[in-house]
């Protein structure tokens, strides 16, 4: 296999030194223009190809945006396609790596993917993310960082958020209007501030309705289809159980459905349900199952947006914050009246 032409090459044919091969094709106004020419006519003919990663480490970019999430799910990759989206429409390429809510895991990527010397980062944290140093370090080197979906107190920097607590105050709502008296919830870990905003939209809706609030029906367990069975069997198992659950995600739902199956409930007339993210399984099942929408595709162009605007502004933004509504779909799970 032929080596690839350098400018060591151009520059030997051309009987010109290396120097001025760099500044012809840099187009620098000190070349004359004829031997620009032949400079750009033999570099075609050699099919050379400038070396990338030193060229950016001489303009200090590399055009490359980290992003990392906590998994590859229908919610995040559909975030992930809007930021490639936007990145590619501004000349970004985009690196994904996930952390599988491992802690460790999120910090190993920050090193590698600093190590790739990306331009900035696009972030979700995970759910065992307690201690933000890692990141911290990053906005410490003037690197612009943006905080996605799950954005946290402990990090000022430039965000972009769904209106969790209205979703949780629109699934609510909804199921008291329907009848349902006794609503449980199936939250998310307790140190996750996105799941924690769901559930206080909930507790807005019953307190603004006037329902009694029982702490036994708000059940913290992780984003997991068998955790979230396992949870609502213990809910049902209750003297006095639920007649509606609402899961702060919908394959808690799936979870959820199964053990009302299994325990020959049927929904809605005896017990209702409403997920959150609006999956497309969602509307496959039997019965289809009522969820909180959320605009992922619109949330990742957000974010990435909000990142190349990071990178070109010399002004602060690390208070700037984009939120989303959500959208309630009512389906066969949760609709009586």
Do not use: W
Request: glycine share 6%; with cysteine; net charge neutral.
């Amino acid at each position: 296999m032929n080596k690839p032409a350098t400018i060591k090459d151009i520059a030997q044919r051309l009987g010109i030194s290396i120097s001025t091969v760099s500044r012809a094709l840099r187009n620098a106004p000190d070349i004359n223009a004829e031997t620009k020419q032949a400079v750009v006519l033999l570099s075609e003919e050699l099919n050379y190809q400038p070396n990338k990663l030193a060229l950016s480490l001489r303009q200090k970019q590399t055009h490359t945006i980290g992003v990392i999430v906590p998994n590859l799910d229908y919610v995040l990759s559909t975030m992930i396609r809007g930021i490639d989206e936007v990145a590619l429409e501004a000349g970004y390429t985009v690196m994904v790596c996930q952390s599988n809510e491992s802690f460790g895991r999120e910090i190993l990527n920050t090193g590698r993917l600093l190590d790739s010397l990306v331009d900035g980062f696009i972030v979700s944290v995970s759910s065992e993310t307690k201690i933000f140093d890692h990141f911290k370090k990053v906005q410490a080197r003037g690197l612009p960082m943006v905080v996605f979906d799950r954005v946290t107190p402990h990090l000022t920097a430039p965000s972009v958020r769904l209106d969790n607590e209205e979703g949780g105050l629109l699934a609510t709502e909804h199921l008291l209007d329907q009848g349902y008296k006794r609503i449980a919830v199936l939250a998310g870990p307790a140190n996750l501030g996105v799941s924690n905003s769901r559930v206080d939209g909930y507790l807005k809706a019953l307190k603004k309705r006037k329902v009694n609030i029982d702490r036994q029906l708000v059940v913290h367990c992780d984003f997991n289809q068998n955790y979230a069975y396992y949870a609502t069997l213990e809910l049902l198992a209750m003297r006095k159980r639920p007649d509606a659950i609402f899961t702060i995600s919908d394959r808690m739902a799936l979870g959820a459905m199964l053990a009302i199956k299994e325990k020959g409930l049927s929904m809605p007339h005896d017990i209702g349900l409403v997920g959150f993210n609006n999956e497309p399984i969602v509307n496959l099942l039997t019965p289809t199952i009522s969820s909180v929408d959320q605009p992922s595709f619109d949330m990742g162009k957000a974010a990435a947006k909000l990142f190349i605007e990071a990178m070109h502004n010399q002004e602060d933004m690390y208070h700037v914050e984009e939120v989303l509504r959500p959208k309630l779909f009512v389906r066969e799970s949760s609709k009586r009246l």
